[in-house]
């Protein structure tokens, strides 16, 4: 535990994930994991489809709880990099291109989806719909009308889907605590919330090429609009075009922005006006649409306000320390992955009433406390709930999108979240799908 100089211990307190105030929720998490890692017979069967470091990441991670039979990229290498893994099984996974073929199979339980996230949706979509549950990394959706969608065929097949945003699961127990400590009170009334998520990068022109012979580039694009190859486009920088990604937006808002929503008590609601008043985009747009096509395009700074319907303000930013600030009448709350910082009440609350491991219990959903991985690999046994679940991640990252779109049109929406829609303003809501490539469409007419 530290103590900030200058403050008393009464006024401030920093708690990391070592400190004894953490302690009773930190401990034991080993032995849950371990209850999950059965024998052989009774292991999960898993598929992995997009293949590349962060495919490859959270496929080492489920190794311990389950076996692959099976793994799909649109890139050779990647492939094959997934394939003679350790944590995959050096080789015995089948190999795919076409993630289609790999959902015909019967003996597949789930798949986990690390691809751009221009194509999360569709394969979600299409595994759940093939009897398999999913872990899909974040941010789900590229639009609004995407969330919707896997809302609706989450509930229709009965599925698990679990989305990637781990803090909800971090091994400090940080976050966890910094919500429990807002929703019950711990900081007096709630006014304001701050999701600090860093600038964007700006880049280009970049020079078009073509394509390399191991990369299937047609159906790596996927719904986005054909263009030319351009290697920024793809591996890791993807997320810097607004035709795969939303930039920082999604990319880490939808890690603060859920934590927000989670702390508010928000995370099945929306905001009711969402203001711009700092805008810098990289390039030009007209009518939402980048202009150019060779340079990255996503928001590069921004500061975004978004009022809810509780009388709460979250300001989106990306010019503070990357974290989240609650504010409220009694005291402050930071919290990023490596502590927590508190101010004013909420110091003596947590040393004299410590938030008890029934609330936290209550968060997760009545899970135990232990890893993301876990936490899917223990509702996919007893069919309960994941505690980052599609209904709850959509509200979040709907909350990104009308940013970003607010940002583009560079004017106010005032949005309804009970009806999901913009209200007085078609155009930026025609915004909540996109134009989607014929053969590769994503969201029902």
């Not at 992995?48 to 496929?59: F, K, S, T, V």
């Not at 971090?170 to 910094?178: C, E, K, M």
């Not at 004013?344 to 947590?350: K, Q």
Request: glycine letters at 10%; a neutral charge.
């Amino acid at each position: 535990m530290l103590i900030r100089a200058g403050r008393s211990r009464r006024d401030f307190l920093r708690v990391t994930g070592t400190s004894p105030l953490l302690a009773p929720w930190v401990m034991g998490s080993g032995r849950v994991e371990a209850e999950l890692v059965r024998s052989r017979n009774e292991r999960p069967r898993l598929a992995l489809i997009g293949c590349g470091g962060q495919g490859r990441g959270i496929a080492e991670w489920a190794g311990h709880f389950g076996d692959f039979v099976a793994v799909c990229d649109v890139d050779k290498n990647h492939l094959e990099k997934a394939r003679t893994s350790e944590g995959i099984g050096k080789s015995k996974a089948e190999a795919y291109e076409d993630y289609r073929k790999l959902l015909e199979r019967t003996d597949v339980d789930a798949v986990l989806i690390g691809t751009p996230d221009h194509w999360h949706t569709k394969i979600c979509v299409d595994a759940m719909r093939s009897g398999k549950d999913v872990y899909c990394e974040k941010p789900l959706t590229l639009t609004i009308a995407e969330g919707k969608l896997l809302a609706k065929v989450t509930r229709e097949t009965g599925r698990i889907l679990q989305v990637g945003t781990q803090q909800r699961s971090d091994h400090n127990r940080v976050f966890l605590l910094a919500v429990a400590m807002v929703r019950a009170g711990r900081i007096g009334d709630l006014k304001k919330v701050t999701a600090a998520i860093g600038g964007g990068p700006a880049g280009g022109p970049f020079a078009k090429e073509t394509p390399p012979p191991e990369l299937n580039w047609d159906m790596w694009l996927g719904q986005a609009p054909k263009v030319e190859y351009i290697k920024e486009r793809c591996h890791g920088s993807f997320r810097w075009w607004y035709e795969y990604s939303g930039g920082k937006l999604t990319d880490w808002g939808a890690h603060h922005v859920d934590i927000a929503h989670w702390g508010m008590g928000m995370e099945h609601s929306g905001p009711k006006r969402i203001e711009v008043e700092k805008r810098e985009l990289p390039v030009p747009f007209e009518k939402g649409w980048p202009t150019v096509d060779d340079q990255f395009n996503t928001p590069t700074a921004f500061l975004v306000k978004c009022t809810f319907p509780n009388g709460v303000l979250l300001e989106i930013r990306d010019d503070t320390e990357n974290g989240v600030r609650f504010e409220g009448t009694r005291g402050k709350i930071f919290v990023t992955r490596d502590r927590i910082d508190l101010e004013g009440a909420a110091v003596p609350a947590l040393y004299e009433n410590p938030v008890p491991m029934e609330e936290l219990v209550r968060l997760r959903k009545g899970k135990k406390l232990d890893s993301h991985m876990g936490n899917f690999i223990e509702c996919c046994r007893d069919r309960g709930e994941p505690v980052s679940d599609v209904w709850t991640h959509h509200r979040a990252l709907t909350t990104c999108h009308l940013a970003n779109i607010a940002l583009r049109l560079n004017r106010a929406l005032t949005w309804d979240p009970e009806t999901e829609q913009i209200v007085g303003d078609e155009e930026a809501n025609g915004w909540q799908t996109r134009p989607q490539r014929k053969g590769y469409e994503v969201v029902e007419s």
